[in-house]
């Protein structure tokens, strides 16, 4: 044993407290040589610095505000198309791998994804492949395009109701309209009753600024800390309402929510009747099934059942039945009528096709119109859906270039950085519906054009709520473009472009969103 004398003689000459910190430095040591030597990944391009610690991500996500999405689009312009982004992700840029990665192959998230909106049984946050193809089965035909049609006279109502009220209240006053809380109200209206069978008349409440609807809008500002500190909205939902609404206060009415969404799904749950309590409260003219009564009446076992994993389910459902698709339809109403040749282009399209403002065209007409698709298109292209990247982790090595990421390792590509390849989307950063009439190829291949658009993802882990929004987008703008006549008011673009990235997209702090007068 006499090797060990010298170890043992420096553990008599210095404290506990000492050798504890000589340790830890050991560790990080030994930490950093593994991360930028060792790693599977180590070969990889991208600063060395982010290679070794979060705390670059950290920094520029929450401290800076969501940028890190427009830094890792700066790393690409110096390092190439395939660098590193953190110890342990690669990120890639290039439009022709992204059916890759986000293909119909089953593949893992990161387990961090769980709980990153405070809601871990649902489909959205199932990181496990296989737990999430189930999941995703039980509500697939419920949001399938049948069901959509059969639902889409009751979008039309919706935004009926809302063009009465824009043409009643607002028309030839000076009464200034905010289009962000006018669709946020119209999809939040549509979003509940579709999954409830309840409606909620968001449309009814003055001005649109119905507490619920702004604690969502106010929700994605904590976004970047929920990621890093996930355990923050269950820890903030166990305080006592009293401390809870003094931590934050914005909070308060989707707390509120969730929990009256808890007590549905208990009365759903104890009747055990298909959920007819919700059916009995719908409007007559337009009722149908609920989220709950398709779930509990799927293949899906009882421990997929209970009370917690539907509330979850529920929520992740509303909360991204609201956002992107107001925010497209904002995108669009801006654009459109900030260019007076595309809002004629436009309008006489409407016109020629429903000459009596009477008509309610069908779902199936209007998306034979070509410029409303165009603009439609061109909307979705500036509103990315989910802004922040989406990394998936494969069971098998997979090739790109001369590198083969290893399995298990994570590898994403990010929508803002698709649609702004100016290879495939020329003047990406300019309006231009015209991109997308007589069938264009991209980037010089023979693939449509279309298939590089990604605001609703692709693959098995793609948008659930695809069909209803392209609904809700069709039958809202070409409504509100044929019935209401409005002009902006004191709005710049800085009001709809991406200033930060908070797992979806913030527009530059201090804008007033998209205000219009009706004339």
């Not at 395009?145 to 935004?159: A, D, G, K, T």
């Not at 000076?174 to 909620?200: C, E, G, M, P």
Request: proline share 7%.
């Amino acid at each position: 044993m006499a090797f060990m004398e010298p170890f043992i003689g420096v553990l008599q000459r210095h404290s506990p407290l000492t050798l504890l910190v000589l340790a830890f430095l050991a560790y990080i040591f030994g930490l950093v040589v593994y991360r930028l030597y060792l790693s599977p990944i180590a070969k990889f391009p991208g600063p060395r610095f982010t290679a070794i610690t979060n705390l670059c991500q950290f920094y520029h996500d929450v401290i800076r505000g969501g940028q890190f999405t427009f830094v890792i689009q700066q790393w690409h312009e110096k390092y190439g198309p395939i660098i590193r982004i953190n110890p342990s992700e690669i990120h890639i840029s290039d439009p022709e791998f992204y059916d890759t990665v986000y293909s119909n192959v089953p593949v893992n998230k990161e387990e961090s994804f769980r709980y990153r909106l405070g809601n871990p049984g649902s489909m959205h946050s199932t990181p496990e492949k296989d737990l999430h193809h189930k999941r995703k089965a039980s509500l697939t035909s419920y949001f399938s395009r049948r069901r959509v049609l059969q639902f889409s006279p009751y979008i039309q109502n919706c935004v009926n109701k809302l063009c009465r009220r824009l043409n009643t209240e607002y028309k030839g006053t000076s009464k200034v309209l905010s289009l962000d809380d006018a669709f946020a109200a119209y999809t939040a209206d549509i979003i509940t009753y579709y999954a409830f069978a309840r409606s909620y008349d968001f449309l009814d409440y003055s001005d649109s600024t119905e507490p619920f609807i702004r604690a969502i809008e106010k929700l994605s500002d904590s976004m970047q800390i929920f990621s890093y500190f996930p355990w923050l909205i269950p820890f903030i939902e166990s305080l006592p309402r009293s401390v809870s609404t003094a931590l934050k206060p914005s909070l308060v009415p989707f707390i509120q929510y969730r929990e009256e969404i808890k007590t549905q799904i208990r009365k759903t749950i104890n009747s055990n009747d298909d959920n007819k309590d919700l059916e009995r409260e719908a409007d007559e003219n337009f009722r149908h099934d609920t989220v709950f009564g398709e779930i509990l009446n799927s293949n899906l076992p009882p421990e997929e059942l209970t009370l917690s994993r539907l509330q979850d389910e529920a929520v992740i459902i509303v909360t991204a039945g609201i956002g992107p698709t107001k925010t497209t339809m904002t995108i669009a109403c801006f654009h459109v009528l900030n260019n007076q040749s595309i809002y004629q282009q436009l309008y006489q399209e409407l016109v020629d096709a429903f000459p009596d403002p009477a008509m309610q065209p069908t779902l199936p007409e209007l998306e034979k119109l070509p410029y409303l698709a165009a603009v439609i298109q061109e909307s979705l292209r500036f509103s990315y859906g989910a802004s922040q990247r989406l990394p998936r982790i494969f069971d098998s090595a997979i090739a790109y270039g001369s590198y083969t990421i290893p399995p298990g390792v994570p590898v994403s590509l990010t929508c803002y950085n698709q649609h702004h390849d100016e290879r495939y989307f020329p003047c990406s950063h300019t309006f231009d519906p015209d991109r997308w009439l007589s069938n264009p190829k991209g980037g010089g291949t023979e693939k449509p054009l279309s298939s590089y658009l990604v605001s609703f993802c692709k693959g098995t882990r793609s948008c659930l709520g695809i069909n209803l929004a392209h609904a809700e987008l069709y039958i809202g703008l070409a409504t509100i473009f044929r019935h209401v006549n409005m002009k902006l008011f004191e709005t710049e673009r800085d009001a709809v472009d991406m200033a930060a990235d908070h797992m979806v997209q913030v527009p530059k702090a201090g804008t007033q969103g998209v205000r219009v007068l009706i004339q």
